[in-house]
């Protein structure tokens, strides 16, 4: 079983729809979550930290759920240039990297 | 200009032959990291260090090795590379300090895509 686990997609919505990934992890003593993005040929870039409370950033909720060892990441009023992989991140010792999840928002 | 780089960006070579990759970052950051990307299995850790003198291995260290020559450059070599370590390679850097928010929070360079024939 991977250590990090998220449904590969590919997701395909329409521009100002809302879209939620999940994503699963299996080492329950992971201390920190995070999001990365991922566009097409380049490196990750930092999303979103994960906070036990959930955390919000404009369009971008991300909510953890430790008892579950659930991670997940909503995105409302999808715009053309959040089409990306979303990488699903998970720090014990070291981070371990999910496959990532690959949006496409389409006009 | 980019705080971390990575140089070459793209490497062809065959198997059997040494290839070294290398990466310098200006951001001061303390620890830098070695991974490799494939289709499918995401990124996964090679090697890392926290410091000049410090080196560690990651998942997947088999058939690599690393060189912290300055606090601002890591390289990741291949002492006889094989097809299967065609790959993407992605160096990062973190601040233990997290002076400028999550200490976690890990700066990618922009990759190095290597094949391996």
């Known amino acids: 079983r991977k250590e990090v686990e998220q449904d590969p997609g590919p997701f395909n919505v329409p521009e100002g729809a809302t879209v939620a990934f999940n994503c699963t992890y299996s080492?329950?003593?992971?201390?920190?979550f995070f999001w990365y993005r991922q566009d097409c040929r380049k490196e990750p870039k930092l999303l979103m930290s994960?906070?036990?409370s959930g955390n919000e950033d404009g369009r971008f909720t991300a909510q953890l759920n430790r008892a579950s060892q659930y991670i997940s990441l909503l995105i409302r009023d999808s715009k053309l240039s959040d089409s990306a992989t979303y990488l699903c991140?998970?720090?014990?010792?070291?981070?371990?990297f999910g496959a990532g999840t690959r949006l496409t928002v389409k006009p | 200009d980019a705080d971390v780089t990575q140089t070459p960006r793209n490497r062809i070579t065959k198997t059997g032959k040494r290839i070294m990759l290398e990466c310098s970052q200006t951001?001061?950051?303390?620890?830098m990291y070695w991974y490799r990307q494939d289709p499918g299995l995401g990124l996964r850790l090679i090697y890392y260090?926290?410091?000049?003198?410090?080196?560690n291995k990651g998942e997947i260290s088999d058939g690599y090795s690393v060189s912290r020559q300055a606090q601002a450059k890591f390289s990741l070599s291949l002492e006889s590379a094989i097809p299967n370590q065609t790959a993407l390679y992605f160096c990062?850097?973190?601040?233990?300090?997290?002076?400028?928010?999550?200490?976690?929070?890990?700066?990618f360079g922009p990759g190095t895509r290597l094949t391996v024939l």
């Open positions: 990062a850097t973190s601040d233990r300090k997290g002076l400028a928010g999550d200490p976690n929070e890990q700066f």
């Open positions: 080492n329950s003593a992971s201390q920190s």
């Open positions: 994960v906070y036990s």
């Open positions: 991140v998970v720090n014990y010792n070291d981070m371990r």
């Open positions: 951001k001061g950051h303390d620890r």
């Open positions: 260090s926290f410091d000049v003198k410090d080196i």
